[in-house]
């Protein structure tokens, strides 16, 4: 089993910045690729970035050149900068064993997953 626990959200203004991390614990994730997903109000998951283990990036358009995601051992890191209100979301990290990278996007690819963190920015 794998515990991801997010930390670092809050409330920003508009063009302002926030650094999520994931901290793992449990079964080693140094094999798995790591996701970042949110959930915006009254919408369903939907995929914002990915790191593999050999440090393979992915993107999700919407936050293409402002959002960054980076690993160091047993931590995940989700840098955001120029936050539009439309990032407003909890977000969540997650881990799976995924060997195709056109599946870093598929949420159910994922099997291990953290309780969120909420990301609120204001206009």
């Known amino acids: 089993q794998v515990q991801l626990v997010e930390s670092g959200g809050g409330l920003v203004q508009a063009g302002g910045s926030l650094r999520l991390s994931c901290a793992a614990s449990?079964?080693?994730?140094?094999?798995?690729?790591m996701g970042w997903f949110r959930q915006p109000p009254g919408k369903e998951h939907e995929f914002v970035a990915a790191?593999?283990?050999?440090?393979r990036t992915s993107y999700a358009d919407a936050v293409r050149g402002r959002f960054t995601v980076s690993r160091n051992n047993a931590m995940v890191y989700l840098q955001m900068v120029s936050l539009k209100p439309e990032d407003t979301a909890v977000y969540y990290c997650a881990a799976g064993e995924i060997y195709a990278s056109g599946r870093y996007p598929d949420r159910y690819k994922y099997d291990f997953w953290g309780q969120g963190t909420q990301v609120t920015v204001s206009s």
């Open positions: 449990g079964r080693t994730v140094s094999n798995y690729v």
């Open positions: 790191i593999s283990w050999r440090g």
